[in-house]
């Protein structure tokens, strides 16, 4: 039998515990829970979980923190718990270091589906050089695009930001992370260049821009790219 | 270097008051003396009511009454200098030096009255705001109510008689409970994309972004929320950008599908199409259903006009409503909803340029 994965929480409300707690049982998972931020950084080190749920609103130390020092030493997949929609918060949160974020109210599918895209992430060491997602296919060595077979043309500046989506597929990659991937770090922050290359790459993606099958858009965060099929 | 601060616009008053009453006394002294060189008889009087018309300028557009007793001197010296002396010369100095004290105060007591006005009027109209605030704050509570006295009822009902009941009445309980709670959670977004209204001058920080990403993961949660819809949509081919708070523009968008979905209790597609015009763009979420009812036709942005009984937890149309209607008069845009004879539509319009914050 396989040894379980271990799921480290780091939440204070004793409802959301018990609920997060129960549903991930159900599902096979071994779940330990920390209530505040310094036990969770302890639990953190000498687990070693596989996958860490963050609160957000600690009573002793603020969760950006909690997050910033587990990143210091740390790359196991963080999936923030955020009680406020606000997107600045889940901005600063992607920016430090979080994988993922959830918005309280959330469901137990959507918690489910969460920790399973970080799960495949870290288990990838060698990741596969191509990308493959419903129709698309981008073979990140010879650089080249297909779409249901046909060969997709993209400027040079297109590939590189459909490439560092497909990437990192699944996850949120923030519009500051996006810019200063690609267009250096003194790039100028608006994110109209970046909003226009990407209006075009749907052009030639997507069978209708306003229903993306592969690129979606966290409005006011950044972008996501579907699950790559290949892994 | 605070003190200076606090001094500098005072000092800039004396020094805007002083250049007034110099500018005025130099008119006058002008005045005068062309009318004494000019006319063949010139008479003592009209000269006086020259200076006098000055002093009274001076004194209504400054605020200290010292530069009108200063300017009042001045006028009867060179009255003095115009016209030699005559015994009538200390009665007349001691009558205008009252007049230009009273001219003064009362002046000053009217700019003070002005004031004192703009104030009040402002009080008013915060008033009205908080007033149109509290109004919502009570439709929502009163809408939350709804649905938690369900939630309520029946996780006391599941607790108290789980013995008597069968999986399948359980079953069904516990699935109200999910849909009501799922509703709460709408309810409480759009409270949460008010907050985002700022206070006063109800203005929102805009910023360029792109409508059909806007639009597409709108739709993207109306079909999470509703399975199965199916939903036409018709945006022009070329790239539109537009100054908007685009969570606060999805949520309008979700919000215009969602009572379409909800109330037009027809499973006729429903459409959702943009169109580019020069000034503004048009959005427009038309169903095929029942229409809205004739009667909340004209007070749909209100808040009074729900489309079902309150008891309906279903009746968050009027609420979601008005808080749409806020969002786009906060872009500085248009909501209209009519019935285009096969059903309902809802028609926003966003400006393509970015306006000065006004209402």
């Given amino acids: 039998m396989n040894p379980k994965i271990k799921i480290l929480l780091i939440e204070d409300d004793r409802d959301i515990v018990s609920f997060i707690t129960t549903s991930l049982t159900v599902h096979d998972y071994h779940i330990c829970n920390a209530v505040t931020g310094r036990e969770g950084l302890c639990l953190a080190a000498s687990l070693c979980p596989d996958v860490i749920l963050l609160d957000l609103g600690l009573p002793d130390i603020d969760g950006y923190q909690v997050l910033e020092r587990l990143r210091v030493w740390s790359s196991v997949p963080i999936i923030v718990i955020s009680a406020h929609s606000e997107e600045d918060e889940k901005v600063t949160a992607l920016d430090l270091g979080a994988d993922d974020y959830i918005i309280k109210p959330f469901g137990t599918a959507e918690l489910m589906a969460r920790i399973r895209t970080s799960l495949r992430h870290s288990f990838v060491s060698v990741p596969d050089r191509t990308y493959r997602a419903l129709g698309l296919e981008i073979d990140l060595e010879k650089r080249t695009v297909k779409l249901n077979g046909q060969i997709i043309h993209l400027t040079q500046t297109e590939y590189q930001l459909l490439a560092l989506l497909a990437q990192n597929s699944g996850k949120v990659l923030t519009y500051r992370t996006i810019i200063h991937t690609i267009w250096g770090p003194y790039a100028d922050n608006s994110n109209q260049i970046l909003r226009v290359n990407m209006a075009n790459i749907r052009r030639k993606i997507e069978a209708d821009s306003a229903q993306p099958q592969y690129v979606f858009t966290e409005v006011g965060i950044g972008y996501r790219m579907r699950e790559n099929e290949n892994i | ?359």
């Fill in chain 2, 1 to 359: 270097m605070h003190n200076t601060f606090e001094n500098f616009p005072k000092l800039k008053r004396h020094l805007y008051s002083f250049l007034l009453s110099v500018c005025c006394m130099a008119a006058a002294a002008g005045i005068s003396l062309l009318y004494r060189r000019c006319m063949p008889k010139p008479v003592c009087a009209n000269i006086v009511m020259i200076f006098l018309f000055f002093v009274i300028v001076v004194s209504g557009l400054v605020n200290s009454c010292l530069y009108g007793i200063a300017c009042s001197v001045f006028s009867l010296l060179w009255l003095r200098f115009l016209f030699p002396p005559r015994s009538g010369y200390p009665v007349m100095f001691f009558g205008i030096i009252p007049i230009s004290v009273f001219v003064n105060t009362l002046t000053s007591h009217l700019t003070a009255q002005a004031g004192m006005i703009a104030e009040h009027r402002r009080q008013l109209e915060e008033a009205e705001k908080e007033k149109m605030r509290a109004n919502l704050l009570r439709a929502v509570s009163h809408d939350l109510r709804t649905p938690l006295t369900a939630i309520i009822g029946s996780s006391t009902a599941y607790l108290e008689n789980q013995s008597q009941l069968s999986e399948q009445e359980k079953t069904a309980i516990v699935k109200n409970i999910c849909k009501d709670s799922h509703w709460m959670v709408n309810m409480v977004e759009n409270l949460l994309t008010v907050t985002r209204i700022q206070g006063e001058d109800l203005t929102v920080s805009t910023d360029i972004e792109s409508v059909e990403e806007v639009i597409g993961e709108a739709l993207q949660k109306t079909k999470i929320r509703h399975p199965g819809c199916i939903i036409h949509t018709k945006i022009p081919d070329q790239f539109i950008m537009l100054p908007m708070d685009a969570v606060l523009i999805e949520q309008v968008t979700l919000n215009l599908l969602d009572n379409a979905l909800r109330h037009s209790e027809s499973l006729a597609p429903i459409e959702l199409i943009v169109e580019d015009a020069p000034k503004y763009v048009f959005f427009t979420v038309r169903d095929y259903g029942r229409g809205i009812p004739e009667d909340i036709l004209d007070r749909l942005f209100d808040g009074s006009g729900r489309a079902a009984p309150s008891s309906d937890a279903q009746g968050n149309r009027g609420i979601g409503l008005v808080i749409c209607e806020t969002i786009i008069r906060a872009h500085h845009g248009t909501l209209t909803g009519h019935n285009h004879g096969k059903g309902a539509e809802f028609t926003f319009t966003l400006p393509k340029e970015k306006k000065e914050s006004f209402l």
